[in-house]
T-cell receptor, first 115, second 114 residues
Framework: AQSVTQLGSHVSVSEGALVLLRCNYS??????LFWYVQYPNQGLQPLLK??????LVKGINGFEAEFKKSETSFHLTKPSAHMSDAAEYFC?????????????FGAGTRLAVHP | GAGVSQSPSNKVTEKGKDVELRCDPI?????LYWYRQSLGQGLEFLIY????????KSGLPSDRFSAERTGGSVSTLTIQRTQQEDSAVYLC????????????FGPGTRLLVL
């Protein structure tokens, strides 16, 4: 069974500091991995996607994530946090099974950015 | 439309009443998904549509929940005899039907059952 674990339900960083949000997955075959972001009172927006084409994936708003098969991890990073990055971030895994993709989400990490 | 739309954005109802939640997917997306987001449960898959058929209803919490999709487009999620534990944000997503396709989410319907 697939599962996603996000370490840390809340992360707080200073503006300009490195952002690191952790995600580990459990999957028997190489999966597709996603990061979604949810701003307050909004729906989930795709941030980036891993498709096996490259282990380092660049997304929107300066975020990137590195797929490490040996560690079954897909951590999200951004070199310098901005106040506008404050949101909840969800890591998700999917496998194409039965003709469709069902996303399995982690519990989410709420990122706070303070001045 | 440009994105997935859902209506209503908020719904307050009394316990025991029926509610209908609507989702308009992105034009051309053949796959449609419903998820539920609630405190303590995170994001849960409810049901998947391919065209007008629902090959996977495994996430529906009980037989009070049902969904349909017509014309390969609009979908309605119906909750009968609502209970307080149904209070949550109901999210709809759509995508093309290909391996690994990104799902695009609507803003959700926030349901509160009193």
């Amino acid at each position: 069974a697939q599962s996603v674990t996000q370490l840390g339900s809340h992360v707080s960083v200073s503006e300009g500091a490195l952002v690191l949000l952790r995600c580990n997955y459990s999957s028997s075959v190489p999966p597709y991995l996603f990061w979604y972001v949810q701003y307050p009172n909004q729906g989930l927006q795709p941030l980036l996607k891993y498709t096996s084409a490259a282990t380092l994936v660049k997304g929107i708003n300066g975020f990137e994530a590195e797929f490490k098969k040996s560690e079954t991890s897909f951590h999200l990073t951004k070199p310098s946090a901005h106040m506008s990055d404050a949101a909840e971030y969800f890591c998700a895994v999917t496998l194409f099974s039965g003709g469709y993709n069902k996303l399995i989400f982690g519990a989410g990490t709420r990122l706070a950015v303070h001045p | 439309g440009a994105g997935v739309s859902q209506s209503p954005s908020n719904k307050v109802t009394e316990k025991g009443k029926d509610v209908e939640l609507r989702c308009d997917p992105i034009s051309g997306h053949t796959a449609l998904y419903w998820y539920r987001q609630s405190l303590g449960q995170g994001l849960e898959f409810l049901i998947y549509f391919q065209g007008n058929s629902a090959p996977d209803k495994s996430g529906l919490p009980s037989d009070r929940f049902s969904a349909e999709r017509t014309g390969g487009s609009v979908s309605t999620l119906t909750i009968q005899r609502t209970q307080q534990e149904d209070s949550a944000v109901y999210l709809c997503a759509s995508s093309f039907t290909r391996d690994g396709e990104t799902q695009y989410f609507g803003p959700g319907t926030r349901l509160l059952v009193l």
